[in-house]
T-cell receptor
Framework: DAGITQSPRHKVTETGTPVTLRCHQT?????MYWYRQDPGHGLRLIHY???????DKGEVSDGYSVSRSKTEDFLLTLESATSSQTSVYFC??????????FGPGTRLTVL | GDSVTQMEGPVTLSEEAFLTINCTYT??????LFWYVQYPGEGLQLLLK?????DKGSNKGFEATYRKETTSFHLEKGSVQVSDSAVYFC????????????FGKGTHLIIQP
């Protein structure tokens, strides 16, 4: 398994507060991804990165921003959390072949 | 756009039964195909993959064959165990670009002893 950690693993927050989720990898993979998992939807791509400071939007990017200042770290920020952003968030990485490796997930609850 | 369709379940089987989870896809190009498994409380793990037509991916007794003519990648196992209880996701990726995988909605598999 690729060395991927996510922090925090669980978070409860209130509507309107900012939230930052962190993904850290030790594999030196170029590509990193943020997905959200919701019942009935599978996993949907939020944002992805193809290098330091190089990011792009995915399918469900509204309300989210990302940053990647180092190869190993990819941050996902909810500027003003809403109840619709209650979800399980997964980070993934990919090297030069097409296989993605997933972190353990962060369960976020927005009250 | 690209999409993946799979039965959502739950699918409930008895131990040692034969398993098939259907997966069909539509893609704008020539995709690579994947099956991921998610055990309770964990992230997704790659189970198997296939990158071209007629390739068979296999791992831990699971198999899936890339069928271009039927745009399918059905997951099979000859004899399931209680430990196979999990959610299974079919996914695809077209091309070598940076964008992510397209997932099906997942199939919840329950194996009863």
């Amino acid at each position: 398994d690729a060395g991927i950690t996510q922090s925090p693993r669980h978070k409860v927050t209130e509507t309107g507060t900012p939230v930052t989720l962190r993904c850290h990898q030790t594999e030196n993979h170029r590509y990193m991804y943020w997905y959200r998992q919701d019942p009935g939807h599978g996993l949907r791509l939020i944002h992805y990165s193809y290098g330091v400071k190089d990011t792009d939007k995915g399918e469900v990017s509204d309300g989210y921003s990302v940053s990647r200042s180092k190869t190993e770290d990819f941050l996902l920020t909810l500027e003003s959390a809403t109840s619709s952003q209650t979800s399980v968030y997964f980070c993934a990485t990919r090297g030069e072949v097409d296989t993605q490796y997933f972190g353990p997930g962060t369960r976020l609850t927005v009250l | 756009g690209d999409s993946v369709t799979q039965m959502e379940g739950p699918v409930t089987l008895s131990e040692e039964a034969f398993l098939t989870i259907n997966c069909t896809y539509t893609a704008t190009g020539y995709p690579s195909l994947f099956w991921y498994v998610q055990y309770p409380g964990e992230g997704l793990q790659l189970l198997l993959k296939a990158t071209k037509a007629d390739d068979k991916g296999s791992n831990k007794g699971f198999e899936a064959t890339y069928r271009k003519e039927t745009t399918s990648f059905h997951l099979e196992k000859g004899s399931v165990q209680v430990s196979d209880s999990a959610v299974y996701f079919c996914a695809l990726k077209v091309g070598g670009g940076a964008d992510g995988l397209t997932f099906g909605k997942g199939t919840h598999l329950i194996i009863q002893p």
